[in-house]
Each structure stands twice: as C-alpha cells, then as structure tokens.
C-alpha cells in the first residue's frame, strides 16, 4: 500500500504572472514541498493571515498592494511576524532591499531565475530551521552578563523632526474609511528644539496648537503657500493664537490680492465666527517675503511660484543640515496627459517649470501632491493638481529620492489610496527611477 510522503513545508507564493507561478509551483512541489499561489497583494496577506504558511515567496511589483507593504503587514501581526520571506523581483532596488533586510527577509531572488535557484533558496531556508514545523527558529536571547552590556537606544528628541498634522486636500474628510490616513487639511511643521515652523494652516493646525500648548515652544512662524480655504480654514481654532506669552509670526509671498492680515482678519468676521481677531492675546505679526531666501531663526526658508489658481508658492525648509520642501498644491506639466517617459528635461512642455525641477532638484524629502489619477487629470485640468504620472516625471527628472505624497484628495478613501501608492511605485519603477515613495498621513512624524 503506497503512501503520500509528508510534505517537507508549507509555501505561499505570491506572483502576478501565471505562467511564472506555475512554474514556480511545479518545481517546488517536485521538490516534496505543498505549495499555495496569489496572485495580487491583498490575496497573498489575506492566505497568509488564514493557512500561516511556513514561508512566503513574495514578489516586490504586484497589483493591488506592493510586496513591501505586504511584508510590513505580516511583521505588525504576531502570528505572521516571524513567516519566513525570500523575496524577488524583476528590479534590483537598492532602496526596496534595504527595507526588505530590515523586516528580516532570508533572501533575495532576481527575475529571471533558473527553477533550480529558487529550489535552493527554499531548501536552504527550511535547512537553517532544520525539521522545525512550525514558526522559523530563531536564535535563543542571549541574557547580558552585566547591565552594562543591556542595550536599550533612546529617541533622540533633540533632533530635528517633521511632522504632518494634516495630509487631506480641498475638505477635511472624517468617517471610517479615512481613518489610516486621517481627514485633516493641510499643515506640516519642522521642529528644531523649542523652534517651530509651521507650513499651512489647514484643519490639521488645530492639533498641532493643542500639542504646543504642553511645550516650551512660545513662539511660531507659520509659511502659507496660498490662502485657499484648505490652506487657512484652521487658523481660528489654533489655541496658541488665544494665549498671551506666543508669538506668532505669519509669512506670505506678494500678490495674494488682499494683505495677509486682511484674509485672516476676514475668516474672523462676526458672520462666520463667534470670536475676532481681536480677541487673539498672543502677538501676531504679518511679514511678506521679501528676501528669497530668508533667515528665520537657525532655518533659512527659500520658495519657489507652483502653477496653481492665484498666487501659490511651496517651501524649502534648510535645517539641521536637512533641506525639506512642501509643494502641496502644484500642477506640474498642466494639461499634459500622455506618458511620462516620452518627455525630458528639455521638452518644449517641460522647459516652463524648470525653476519649481531646479527648486526640488537638492531636496532631501520632498512633500509634494499628487492628487489625481490619469484617469481623473483629463477633466481636472487647470484645477492647480498633478495627476500622478506627471507628479512622478517631476520627481525624476529633479532627482528626488525620498517623496511623501500628500492633499489627497478627498474622494480617495484609505483603500484607494493604498492602490493609488501602488500604481505610483510602478509608474516609478517604469521610469527606471529609484526612490522611497510613501503616503503621508496624518500625524507622521520623521526625526533627521
């Protein structure tokens, strides 16, 4: 009586391309292993929180839910936080690597490779956790020996540090479906010691002056790119304002049509709200920019003109030998809806906006938008946003390696958006440019 030989381990591979996990299967399973396929992001997450493979074989580009965020997912929850991973890709990204190293991967596979490769790997992989069936094996903790040797590294809070309070574009968007991204309208601060720079005053600013109250901070400089009401509407519920002992000093760029004093003095008017600007105690000031740059404190802020509706600016922010930018509202190749590998740097579309390319060319993180998808840009046009193809062509061609995407639009519920994050990391990779592309979302903080 002949009998099935037990399975030497369990393996989840997660693959797009049929005829690629087919043929990873087949070998596998030839090789005495049970073998399970998906073949988007979300299906592979979805089998592996269900049937707790031994190991996933997990593809970096994928629809749906991009393999790096995938292998976030399965380490934030203890029962797949130490699933084995080999990864592969068809692209040898230093940056999608590094992070993969990071999460504990055990290796790396690069597309095209031989059956007999990807064999080895698993063999290897199941070798080092020799027969164990259920969770890899990891070393033993070592106890230290003294206290001297406990190592316990401490946040340094000295350092500079980022922080978005509000990432939503147009309207704040509450409700349950926001929630992994937040609904608050724009705000950014930089924050160097008891020095604060504010970019914004969106909805999101109202948290940011709950959060300063319970600091030694006393005094703001709050940059506003433009007085659209998403860039202001939180002003009059900014708590500092109301305190005797804060400084607040306001900055803007020429030609906004009426004085900064005059708009923020105007969203205070009896008709629209219980309280004037008159019953602000701390001390505001309104400063146009002059100088460009400007030293402000131990930052020197520099702007550049954004192609928006009215007079719009974004922000470069040099600090702690750091240069942030914040372009929120930018529409970069207006009109433009073709492909973005068919243009360079001297295209005829392209040479008008060589000075917002030049401005974020020596960046270091850049927050700029990117608010439609190429299939909403055709009837979004000269509404002041980029559609993301355009948004990653600007990208490229400054040689920008590090974008937090922000004004998410407020349609563009948190699954949305995951699949949009996806769809701007493979348009990236198309143009062949290595970048560190996120979302930012409400409450993200950064030291540097």
Not at 3 to 28: W, Y
Not at 420 to 437: A, P, Y
């Amino acid at each position: 009586m002949s009998t099935t030989p037990p399975s030497k381990g369990r393996i989840l591979i997660a693959e797009d391309v049929q005829v690629i996990a087919f043929k990873m299967a087949q070998s596998l399973q030839a090789a005495g292993y049970t073998v399970e396929t998906s073949s988007d992001g979300e299906e592979c997450l979805s089998q592996a929180r269900r049937t707790l493979p031994d190991l996933v074989v997990l593809d970096i580009m994928m629809p749906k839910m991009h393999g790096i965020e995938v292998l976030k997912a399965l380490r934030d929850e203890h029962r797949t936080s130490r699933t084995g991973v080999i990864v592969c890709s068809a692209k040898d990204f230093k940056t999608d690597q590094a992070e993969a190293s990071r999460l504990g991967v055990f290796d790396f596979l690069t597309k095209p490779f031989e059956p007999a490769v990807l064999v080895e790997k698993v063999d290897a992989y199941f070798a080092r956790r020799s027969g164990y069936k259920g969770a890899p094996e990891f070393p033993a903790p070592t106890v230290a020996e003294s206290a001297s040797e406990f190592y316990a590294p401490q946040l340094d809070t000295s350092r500079a540090r980022f922080s978005l309070w509000g990432s939503r574009g147009s309207t704040p968007t509450p409700g349950a479906r926001f929630l992994r991204h937040g609904g608050n309208t724009s705000c950014l601060s930089v924050a160097l010691g008891d020095e604060q720079f504010v970019f914004d005053a969106g909805s999101g600013i109202r948290d940011l002056g709950l959060d300063l109250l319970n600091s030694e901070c006393r005094k703001v400089h709050l940059f506003i790119t433009h007085t659209h009401w998403d860039h202001i509407q939180g002003f009059p519920f900014f708590a500092p304002a109301y305190v005797p002992g804060f400084e607040i000093i306001i900055y803007g760029a020429e030609g906004f049509g009426k004085d900064l004093k005059s708009v923020f003095r105007g969203q205070l008017d009896r008709e629209y709200f219980p309280v004037q600007m008159e019953d602000m105690h701390s001390h505001l000031q309104f400063r146009h920019l002059a100088e460009n740059p400007v030293p402000v404190g131990s930052a020197l802020i520099s702007w550049e003109f954004s192609q928006h509706p009215g007079a719009t600016v974004g922000y470069k922010i040099d600090i702690g030998d750091k240069k942030i930018a914040w372009v929120p509202d930018n529409e970069f190749l207006q009109g433009y809806t073709g492909p973005p590998d068919d243009l360079d740097r001297d295209h005829p579309l392209v040479v008008p906006y060589g000075n917002m390319i030049d401005f974020l060319s020596d960046a270091d993180i850049v927050i700029h938008e990117a608010q439609y998808t190429c299939e909403e840009y055709p009837q979004k046009i000269r509404w002041g946003h980029s559609s993301v193809s355009n948004a990653c062509a600007l990208m490229k061609m400054a040689g920008v390696r590090r974008w937090v995407v922000t004004h998410h639009d407020p349609m563009h519920d948190d699954t949305f958006l995951e699949s949009k994050l996806n769809v701007t990391r493979q348009i990236l990779e198309r143009l062949g440019h290595e970048i560190h592309v996120t979302h930012g979302y409400d409450g993200m903080t950064e030291y540097f």
